[in-house]
């Protein structure tokens, strides 16, 4: 796999957020980027301007990764555009916080359907289609590590992303493919800053010994590496991104 060059890639909710930032670095890197979105249609047209006004090739493709019929119809479009696809970021992820016990079944069953189905359906439409020398390059979080209360079932459909990691990797044998997770530590996002206070923020910021909040940047530059040839033996891993959190 050495020496690949840049092809098509597909950053899954990349209308804001990590998913942007990751969408804008690998155009930087030579790469043509379809920009997921589901609800959000004026912010991934945004991040194709940006990636566009800069010299890259980019197109926004709608598509709710929950459902597998507009998965398939989000790769065809991504491929009619740009050709075969080379690379797929599975970004798309939704978040709520309670403790157990007050936690409503709408909002596990939006967890449970974006990250742990979403992700699926992306994997499996990859895995049928990609060819020798693509990568798959999932997101999880830090927190499947530092399970800290009111994060259960986030964290628990985050744990699923990374064994499905290893277990497709595994299935992969032979056909020159990677699969790999990045898991962001504390991020500001506006999906990591809703609802908390700042000194709640204050506080998770000092966590880490670099003392500050990880920036999108910071994990698309992760993203970056693994997606590049310097990264070909690296497979099946989680690689945790998060400033020494844990």
């Not at 098509?8 to 043509?32: C, H, M, P, Q």
């Not at 898991?183 to 500001?188: I, K, L, N, S, V």
């Not at 693994?226 to 990264?231: K, Y």
């Amino acid at each position: 796999m050495g020496n690949q060059q840049p092809g098509a890639a597909l950053v899954t909710g990349a209308s804001r957020g990590i998913g942007a930032a990751i969408a804008v670095r690998l155009a930087k890197d030579g790469y043509a980027v379809a920009v997921n979105f589901t609800r959000h249609r004026e912010r991934a047209d945004a991040v194709v301007d940006e990636i566009r006004q800069s010299g890259g090739t980019a197109i926004a493709v709608g598509g709710d990764v929950r459902d597998p019929a507009a998965v398939a119809a989000l790769f065809d479009q991504a491929e009619g555009a740009l050709g075969a696809l080379s690379l797929l970021v599975n970004n798309a992820g939704v978040m709520s916080l309670a403790p157990i016990a007050k936690l409503e079944d709408a909002a596990f069953d939006a967890m449970v359907g974006v990250n742990v189905k979403g992700t699926f359906n992306c994997l499996r439409e990859a895995a049928r289609r990609f060819g020798a020398g693509a990568r798959i390059i999932n997101i999880s979080t830090t927190v499947t590590r530092t399970l800290y209360p009111t994060y259960a079932v986030y964290a628990a459909t985050k744990a699923a992303v990374e064994a499905m990691t290893l277990v497709l990797a595994r299935e992969l044998r032979g056909r020159g493919i990677t699969v790999n997770t990045v898991a962001p530590g504390p991020t500001a996002t506006d999906l990591f800053l809703a609802g908390k206070s700042p000194e709640l923020i204050q506080t998770l910021a000092q966590g880490a010994p670099l003392e500050r909040l990880g920036a999108p940047e910071d994990i698309a530059k992760v993203v970056a590496m693994i997606a590049g040839s310097d990264a070909d033996w690296i497979n099946g891993q989680t690689i945790f991104a998060n400033g020494g959190v844990a």
